[in-house]
């Protein structure tokens, strides 16, 4: 998808980064390899120290705006430009691997941070006639 919205905005676009510190999230349940449904009762795993969220949860705001671009020449940014971890949650659940590295100026433009989150509330669709 963020290549189709880059071909068609390029530089325009800014791509907006979520992230967490603890909570729980709506993701696709499978078995087997198979979709069994949607659970809203996914728990997001610890930081994993020294991680961007590790870093962000030291932070005394609660929750915040940061925007990562154009910060190299910034002496207390730098940090930002470093390869750490980074929460990456997709549309399946995931009860081990959330962390991955990261470089978040490379992925983002602008990150936000909710200290603690909570999974959408599901409804059921039910079986759908089309005539």
């Given at each position: 998808?963020?290549?189709?919205?880059?071909?068609?905005?390029?530089?325009?676009?800014?791509?907006?980064?979520?992230?967490?510190?603890?909570?729980?999230?709506?993701?696709?349940?499978?078995?087997?390899?198979?979709?069994?449904?949607?659970?809203?009762?996914?728990?997001?795993?610890?930081?994993?120290?020294?991680?961007?969220?590790?870093?962000?949860?030291?932070?005394?705001a609660p929750?915040?705006?940061?925007?990562?671009?154009?910060?190299?020449?910034?002496?207390?940014?730098?940090?930002?430009?470093?390869?750490?971890?980074?929460?990456?949650?997709?549309?399946?659940?995931?009860?081990?691997?959330?962390?991955?590295?990261?470089?978040?100026?490379?992925?983002?433009?602008?990150?936000?941070?909710?200290?603690?989150t909570s999974?959408?509330?599901?409804?059921?669709?039910?079986?759908?006639?089309?005539?």
């Amino acid at each position: 998808m963020g290549e189709h919205l880059y071909q068609t905005f390029g530089s325009k676009m800014v791509v907006i980064g979520f992230t967490t510190n603890e909570g729980t999230y709506t993701a696709v349940q499978r078995k087997s390899g198979k979709f069994i449904g949607i659970d809203s009762s996914n728990l997001l795993i610890a930081d994993k120290k020294g991680s961007f969220e590790n870093i962000f949860k030291d932070v005394i705001a609660p929750n915040f705006i940061i925007d990562v671009r154009n910060r190299e020449n910034d002496k207390d940014g730098k940090w930002l430009h470093e390869q750490n971890l980074f929460r990456h949650i997709g549309a399946r659940a995931n009860d081990k691997y959330q962390f991955f590295d990261t470089y978040i100026d490379k992925e983002f433009d602008i990150v936000v941070f909710l200290r603690k989150t909570s999974a959408t509330k599901c409804f059921s669709i039910g079986e759908v006639n089309v005539k």
